[in-house]
Nanobody, 127 residues
C-alpha cells in the first residue's frame, strides 16, 4: 500500500520561505516520478514541480521557476519542495503525488497520470 504523507505547511508572510516534505512508503519508487501539485480555493489543482526518482530530472511550472526547488533523499524516501520568495498567490493546499513512469526522462504534469496522492498540507502566504 503506497502512502504519501506531506508536512511542513504553515502561515508565512510574503517573501518568506517554507520547505514541504513528502514521506513515501509502501514500495520502491525507482521508476516513479514524484510531483507537487497545489489547489487554491475555487481553482483547479495545478502542477507545481516534479522529479524523477531515478536520475533526479526535474521540471517546474513557469509560475514557480527560480523560486521553488524540488529534491529527493533516497535514503529517507522523502521528496522536498523548497519554496522561497513566497507570494500571496502561492496560497493553496499542496499535494504530493506519485506516478509510475518506467525508463526515460519524462516527468508527467497532468493529474490523471498520478495514481497516488497525499492528504495535502496548507500553505498560506499573507501580504
Amino acid at each position: 500500500q503506497v502512502q504519501l504523507v506531506e508536512s511542513g505547511g504553515g502561515l508565512v508572510q510574503a517573501g518568506d520561505s517554507l520547505r514541504l516534505s513528502c514521506a513515501a512508503s509502501g514500495r520502491t519508487f525507482t521508476n516513479y516520478a514524484m510531483s507537487w501539485f497545489r489547489q487554491a480555493p475555487g481553482k483547479e489543482r495545478e502542477f507545481v514541480a516534479g522529479i524523477r526518482w531515478s536520475g533526479g530530472i526535474t521540471t517546474y511550472a513557469d509560475s514557480v521557476k527560480g523560486r521553488f526547488t524540488i529534491s529527493r533523499d533516497n535514503a529517507k524516501n522523502t521528496v522536498y519542495l523548497q519554496m522561497n520568495s513566497l507570494k500571496p498567490e502561492d496560497t493553496a493546499v499542496y499535494y504530493c503525488a506519485a506516478a509510475a513512469v518506467g525508463g526515460g526522462w519524462y516527468v508527467p504534469r497532468e493529474r490523471h497520470d498520478y495514481a497516488y496522492w497525499g492528504q495535502g498540507t496548507q500553505v498560506t502566504v499573507s501580504s
